[in-house]
């Protein structure tokens, strides 16, 4: 009878690995189990075992883009001064993250669901409640300024959360199609610019 377990000397880390990037390249629909398991240099029954489904290997895949890939961001959001620092510097590292050498471009979680299917519903939610966590994190950092009177009475800390999320996922496209990461950079720069010239809810109190 056939082996279907693992194979011996499996590291399933490393095949987790290339899984991030296989489904970070391609998306989850048009990533088949077949690309996967060549990619990974497993049988289809190995995959199963080691990870029982796709959709399972998938969640582990952006589970592990946000532990490694995107920890430098988070780190540098909640190290910075001031919000406006943090933002800065935020925006700055997922630039980098985004057009770094050798990896695919632009941001994982941004782009690998965002065209599933009905068959695929489970799919498409659990990457927009990884994509809203974008914005929840911007806002508790905003938050933590306001109530330490960093930011003027009255800031709309949920619509400037939601604008330079949005801000952010427009960045992860542009890196994929190609944009130059220096263009990218001064693109941020532009954005961070708004933040002296917005209304006063925006700007630092005093």
């Known amino acids: ?21 296989v489904f970070w390249e391609r998306g989850y629909e048009t990533t088949s189990t077949n690309d996967l398991s060549a990619a990974m240099g497993v049988n289809p029954p190995s995959l199963y075992a080691a990870f029982t489904n796709k959709e399972q290997l998938f969640r582990e895949a952006v589970g592990l883009y946000e532990r490694t890939e995107a920890k430098a961001s988070q780190e540098l959001l909640e ?4 919000a406006r620092e943090a933002i800065a510097a935020f925006l700055h590292e997922s630039v980098d993250r985004f057009t770094c050498e050798g990896k695919p471009r632009g941001c994982m979680i941004v782009l690998a669901a965002t065209n599933c299917t009905a068959d695929h519903e489970s799919v498409r939610d659990f990457a927009m409640r990884c994509r809203a966590r974008t914005k929840t994190t911007l806002k508790a950092r905003l938050d933590t300024a306001a109530g330490a009177g960093e930011l003027a009475r009255g800031t709309d800390t949920d619509r400037i959360a ?5 801000f952010l996922n427009g960045l992860s496209l542009q890196a994929r199609d190609g944009m130059p990461r220096a263009q990218l950079h001064d693109l941020v720069d532009m954005a961070m610019g708004l933040w002296q010239a917005a209304p006063a809810g925006l700007r630092p109190a005093g």
Do not use: I, K, Q
Not at 1 to 21: E, S, V
Not at 162 to 166: E, R, S
């Open 162 to 166: 939601a604008f330079y999320t949005a």
């Open 1 to 21: 009878m056939a082996r279907t377990g693992r194979p011996r000397g499996f590291d399933r880390d490393a095949a987790l690995h290339t899984a991030m990037l």
């Open 79 to 82: 190290a910075a001064p001031t």
